[in-house]
């Protein structure tokens, strides 16, 4: 479980992106927002396989969007999102959720 506040209220943040609809889940879904320019931040659950993060730091590197290892595995990123399976990748498509994650996970505080 996240540890410290800045990597809960990030998930908070998360949470709050998801029910605005500012949310994409699954690799392919990702990817394909990605090369839409519509990704403003790649979210990888801790647990995704290499081959997962592989593709998706290279995609991510490729269209210049920032991207975050999470210290949470899927289960439980699928569980923050209100899903019953398991995404190992999340992206956000909003500009204003995205730069509140990103400040969040690296400890700064509004």
Known sequence: MAENNGMKRALGMLGLAMKAGKVVIGTEQVIAYL????????????????GT????????EF???????LDIDSDEL???LGKTYA?????ITDENFSVTVIKLLNGEND
Do not use: D, T
């Not at 993060?53 to 991510?60: A, S």
């Not at 269209?63 to 975050?68: D, H, R």
């Not at 995404?87 to 992206?91: F, R, S």
């Open 63 to 69: 269209y210049k969007a920032p991207i975050c290892v």
């Open 53 to 60: 993060k592989k593709k998706i730091r290279f995609k991510c």
């Open 35 to 50: 090369q839409k320019g519509r990704v403003k931040l790649v979210l990888l659950s801790g647990n995704s396989s290499e």
């Open 78 to 80: 699928g569980r923050l």
């Open 87 to 91: 995404p190992a990748v999340v992206g």
